[in-house]
DNA sequence: GAGTGGTCTAGACCACCCC
DNA sequence: GGGTGGTCTAGACCACTCC
């Protein structure tokens, strides 16, 4: 834990407690500095973060103000941090039905979000997740089995993530997501219990190891009554 | 412009143009601040911004790296920076169909949302969006009429945004969005000229103020053949 | 051990806003 | 003019990776 984590966590609970009047600034930067025993710059640091998050405005010459959120609902959120299914549903019993697990050539598109060569061999996954036993995602998965090693039918019921993290060592570095609806298709109607006038949520995610390596080309496909996707932004 | 800004517009151009090897990291940040003629600090702040946009990658004790990014769509991309139809479709030319503008006292719901008593009036405005005299969006929005007064016809058959900033001077902090998938209803059938299984792609939205009061609550109605939503996450 | 990014300091000057 | 956030400096030490 750095020390503009703290103060960050620190400044997060007031915020969320009351602690400072809701219509007026917080104090500034340099007071607060003061107190939290720091320097100006590492203090700014600390509000980066909470302005980031959306709980902090910034307006220059006048002071920083605290954002009157709004609250959440009660769906699955999707927001544009997390990583894997299993992280999102936290507590909750994660289980998945394997579809079809092949090894193949990547098509021209696949190995092009791959950044590979058609000969580069990939597999081929898809898999239906489910939260509590009910069917929550279909997910289509391409990752180059040679950056990839490993993947077996045991791996795929638990997961992916994990596998690549832990036992592989490698660390994920983020990804590029493009979130869109779609109508289902058979499968979906099939595996996700969703009748044929049911919408999907379809979310496209190219994700990259963290020396910025392609080494996964995957399509969540989502029940439209049970997930969203979140994002904040703040202008600068 | 500020030096970071330039420092990394520079250097976004070099990788875009394959001035520095992919497979290898670039020069460290101390070479970098000394070749630019700025403190580490600054160089950092500098390749801090193109970390956020995804285009490099830090691998601490390692270096500094490329991230191999793919093509983009030719769908039209609502960016999590991106604020307004009129700003999203540059060149383009935007009209708008008013299908209704009233004033009444909010919801509970809408109400809470805006942060407003249910004794503030709001206007409850329904648009169509139209580019090039093809359907884009449906757009329903609520608005506290005294946070944003002199609302007219006139206005909204240009830009709400353009007259909220130039006209009455205020300045729009951000927003939080939620993006779901939905079943296209009658009103969308008709407008967006959609058929009755069509999907449509919703994004709901709350804009604040940059001193965080919120001033809009929308629900913008997509076709879902015409957008997408993207966003880009790298973990730290 | 050498080299890299991650954090932190104690100042400085500037741009903007309100009085 | 006084107060605020925005930027910038020239160092320092630490954590991590590779050899």
Do not use: W
């Not at 998050?53 to 699955?76: A, D």
């Not at 909750?92 to 061999?121: D, M």
Request: glycine share 6%; aromatic share 10%; charged share 25%.
């Amino acid at each position: 834990m750095t020390k503009y984590e703290s103060i960050a966590n620190e400044m997060r609970r007031r915020i969320k407690e009351g602690y400072y009047p809701i219509d007026q600034p917080i104090p500034d930067e340099l007071s607060l500095a003061e107190e939290f025993g720091s320097s100006r710059m590492t203090m700014r640091k600390a509000l980066d973060l909470l302005v980031s998050e959306g709980l902090l405005f910034r307006k220059r010459g006048h002071g920083t103000f605290i954002i009157q959120m709004y609250k959440n609902q009660s769906l699955n959120v999707i927001s544009d941090e997390s990583l894997g299914l299993s992280n999102l549903v936290k507590g909750k019993p994660v289980s998945s039905k394997i579809i079809q697990f092949t090894i193949e050539f990547p098509s021209e598109e696949v190995a092009g979000h791959l950044a590979i060569g058609r000969q580069e061999p990939v597999y081929h996954i898809i898999r239906l997740r489910m939260v509590d036993h009910e069917p929550y995602v279909m997910e289509e998965t391409y990752m180059p089995s040679n950056l990839i090693p490993g993947i077996t039918e045991d791996i795929l019921h638990a997961s992916i993530y994990n596998y690549i993290q832990q036992d592989l060592d490698l660390k994920i570095g983020g990804a590029h997501r493009t979130i869109m609806a779609d109508k289902s298709n058979e499968l979906d109607q099939t595996y996700l219990e969703c009748k044929k006038e049911d919408p999907i949520l379809q979310v496209v995610q190219v994700g990259f190891l963290n020396n910025g390596v392609p080494f996964e080309y995957s399509f969540s496909r989502h029940r439209y009554d049970k997930f969203v996707f979140t994002s904040v932004s703040v202008k600068k």
